[in-house]
């Protein structure tokens, strides 16, 4: 009899390990074709807004948008294609699939998803659209979740985000306390030269751990970063606050049949201890 001596297949073992070592890994996107629908999703809504046709060069029209598009009027067109893309009921699950089995090895089978994606877009040398280093979970997100971080052009170097490996990570957070009256600033400068860029190219997706520190810094290449992101939790992890709880920020996307019986099943009077 062939013995099984491990509950994962060595697929799994090795993303895990990954995952584990670097608090995230990059993976070609699972659909190319999905990923070509959503870019050109937000370039056509990028170009009602701006009264202009459908580009050639996708990859171009978003990298340079910057020569077109005064940085003055730029939040008010990241917000209405935020809402616009969010409007259509095929963005999530096409979103979804371009990681799906990423996500179901390192998060889960039974999945909740935000209800919105965001979208990041940072021009060159702008620093009026900076995220400075932080946890997600400091800010009440639950530390049962991925972030699920996508770009639109390819993100090298800073026109991308960095983040802290675990290790370090553990280190600076059982220091915090030393370090903690300078904020967050302090804590930049402290670790800042254990900071990794993450090279994510066009084609592919980011899955990291956001209770690792992490943040953006200034855009010192030639484009404009396109970038959107979106987190995913256990359906059955813990929620924290209200604010982020699920069926409100996270919503049920894979239930799988039995749960859902099992959610629905009441008890016939009597029987109900
Ligand atoms: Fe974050």
């Keep these: 009899m062939n013995h099984i001596e491990s509950f994962y297949d060595d697929e799994e073992l090795v993303i895990t390990e990954r995952f584990f070592r670097d608090g995230y890994v990059v993976e070609k996107v699972e659909d190319s074709s999905a990923l070509n629908a959503v870019r050109s999703h937000i370039v056509s809504i990028v170009c009602e807004q ?10 171009g029209f978003l990298n340079e948008i910057h020569e077109r598009l005064p940085v003055e009027q730029l939040n008010d067109v990241r917000m209405q294609t935020y809402r616009n893309m969010n409007e259509s009921s095929w963005f999530r699950p096409t979103y979804f699939k371009l990681a799906s089995k990423t996500l179901q090895t390192l998060v889960g089978n039974e999945l909740a998803m935000q209800n919105k994606i965001n979208l990041s877009i940072q021009y060159p040398q702008d620093e009026s659209s900076l995220l400075g280093i932080h946890s997600d979970s400091f800010g009440g997100e639950t530390p049962f979740q991925s972030v699920c971080w996508l770009p639109l ?23 915090l306390s030393t370090v903690k009256e300078g904020g967050m600033a302090a804590i930049y400068e402290k670790v800042k030269k254990d900071l990794i860029f993450l090279d994510v190219p066009y084609g592919s997706v980011l899955v990291f751990s956001p209770n690792l520190l992490h943040g953006n810094t200034v855009n010192a290449e030639l484009g404009t970063r396109w970038s959107m992101n979106c ?10 606050g209200q604010e982020k709880k699920l069926g409100a920020f996270y919503l049920p996307i894979t239930a799988k049949p039995v749960t859902r019986l099992g959610m629905n099943f009441r008890y016939p009077e009597g029987f109900d201890n």
């Design 231 to 240: 987190r995913f939790t256990g359906l059955f992890t813990p929620y924290r």
């Design 153 to 175: 052009v390819d993100c090298m170097r800073t026109k991308s985000m960095y983040i802290l490996p675990p290790k370090k990570n553990q280190e600076t957070l059982r220091n």
């Design 50 to 59: 701006l009264g202009c046709k459908m580009p050639h060069d996708e990859d």
